[in-house]
């Protein structure tokens, strides 16, 4: 009789079939790029972009309360999450930077500046908000700024796809503050 249960058990687990995973990549939000019909007046290198350990991970993250995070198993970032943060700074700065060269490798210029992020927070949130947190800084010669950041967007549609254009958005929006910094620097 063990067999039979044992058997059937075998059977049922064969026949159940795996969750299927979903990849995600931040969607570009530049609509119009600067053409500086090749002049390059000032320069900025993302030297670096860092994410808490917690969003380091392949799966996205939503908070389920004041103290919970889930890292989800079957919704993923199709890269590490840094490198997706990092190349979207590089679009959205060189489309809001007209006349500036904007790279992730050194530039080897006095005319460079260099800016450095670490993401705190870059999830979903129980009550429909997103979240995109932490502070960057931004070097220019000697003149150094350095800046908290914390954007709260609410998601009106259901589901990861609604969640990781919220994400960009938000993203974005730190990007465009980026940039009016850098400008006056």
């Known amino acids: 009789m063990k ?3 044992m058997a059937l058990v075998l059977l049922l687990s064969a026949c159940s079939s795996q969750p299927q995973k979903t990849y995600y ?3 570009s939000l530049v609509t119009e790029r600067a053409n500086t ?3 390059v007046e000032r320069q900025l290198w993302i ?3 860092a994410v808490a350990d917690y969003l380091s991970g392949s799966g996205l993250v ?3 309360n004041d103290v919970q995070y889930v890292v989800a198993n079957n919704n993923l970032w199709a890269s590490a999450l840094d490198q997706q943060l990092q190349q979207s700074l590089v679009e959205n700065l060189g489309a809001s930077l007209p006349g500036w060269l904007v790279s992730t490798q050194p530039l080897n210029s006095d005319r460079q500046m260099i800016l450095n992020v670490t993401v705190t ?3 979903g949130r129980y009550d429909g908000q997103v979240i995109v947190r932490g502070e960057w800084t931004l070097r220019s010669g000697d003149r150094i700024v350095k800046h908290p950041f914390e954007v709260l967007a609410k ?3 259901d589901g990861y796809d609604a969640l990781v254009k919220v994400l960009a958005s938000a993203w974005k929006q730190e990007a465009d503050i980026i940039a009016k910094r850098a400008i006056n620097l």
């Open 3 to 5: 067999w039979k249960i």
């Open 25 to 27: 990549q931040l969607p």
């Open 37 to 39: 019909g090749g002049m």
């Open 47 to 49: 030297e670096h972009v």
């Open 62 to 64: 939503y908070q389920t």
């Open 121 to 123: 927070g870059f999830h």
């Open 155 to 157: 998601q009106t549609d």
